[in-house]
């Protein structure tokens, strides 16, 4: 069984910084694509950014140049570095990634989200 499993949001002040990481964990061959999105109440859900095993990345366009997204291959590992946190991020955020199963299967993982808050 394949599941991702994230962690690290938080309250945190408008202009300040919260980092969430992902963990991609089974019986896994190989993690392709991994990425973050976002829902906030009342919307729907929302790109934020993307990363390849190859390390290309591509973001949402409210969240450029204060997001940055990157991952650890051998640890099966999709980080976002958010810095300048406006209120209106403030939403549940989930992981989501490819995963190549040992067997070979491929599966089109959702991680159970985490919320974060930007409030003074």
């Known amino acids: 069984q394949v599941q991702l499993v994230e962690s690290g949001g938080g309250l945190v002040q408008p202009g300040g910084s919260l980092r969430l990481s992902c963990v991609a964990s089974g019986s896994i061959f190989s993690v392709n694509a991994m990425g973050w999105y976002r829902q906030a109440p009342g919307k729907e859900r929302e790109l934020v950014a993307t990363?390849?095993?190859?390390?290309?990345?591509n973001y949402g366009e409210s969240v450029k140049g204060r997001f940055t997204i990157s991952r650890d291959n051998p640890k099966n590992t999709v980080y976002l570095q958010m810095n300048s946190l406006k209120p209106e991020d403030m939403a549940v955020y989930y992981c989501?990634?490819?995963?190549?199963?040992?067997?070979?299967?491929?599966?089109?993982?959702w991680g159970q989200g985490t919320l974060v808050t930007v409030s003074s």
């Open positions: 990363i390849n095993n190859g390390g290309s990345t």
């Open positions: 989501h990634a490819v995963v190549v199963s040992s067997s070979y299967n491929v599966f089109y993982k």
